[in-house]
């Protein structure tokens, strides 16, 4: 009966890391960041895609969807940002971005990639799991 009841144990803790998995993946969203957060956000350990868009952009929102899902279904791998770069000017002259949207993937601090244009979710994904 003991090992029964060990099995059923590890059972169940299985399960419920799944469920909690789960349900992270279905809330995790992208972190809006600011001129003021982010360098303390993307100088974290791992991986960090930061998405720099504007409302006025028309790329920028045919792209948005591809970062939400990319969020969702990287959670916990890597944090996923956007930077307004109406909003937050300051950010977007450091790394002299002259085209939105532009993604740039950070890697335990620093800047080791980037993607200028709407593109593929795939190119997307092949960049990031360069680093991840």
């Known amino acids: 009966m003991d090992e029964l009841d060990e099995i059923r144990a590890k059972k169940l803790a299985e399960l419920q890391s ?8 279905k809330s995790a969203k992208p972190v809006h960041l600011t001129d003021a957060t982010f360098d303390s956000e ?17 790329p920028c929102l045919r792209i948005a969807p591809v970062i939400e899902q990319l969020a969702a279904d990287y959670a916990g791998r890597v944090r996923v940002y956007k930077l307004n770069i109406d909003e937050n000017p ?7 971005v002259q085209s939105i949207p532009t993604l740039m993937i950070f890697k335990d601090g620093t800047l080791v990639d980037g993607i200028i ?3 593929p979710r795939q ?10």
């Open 123 to 132: 190119e997307i994904e092949r960049a990031l799991q360069r680093w991840t």
């Open 90 to 96: 300051v950010i977007p002259g450091r790394f002299g």
């Open 18 to 25: 799944y469920g909690e998995a789960q349900a992270l993946k």
């Open 42 to 58: 993307t100088a974290l350990r791992g991986v960090a895609l930061v998405d720099l868009w504007a409302a006025w952009c028309g």
């Open 117 to 119: 244009g709407v593109v």
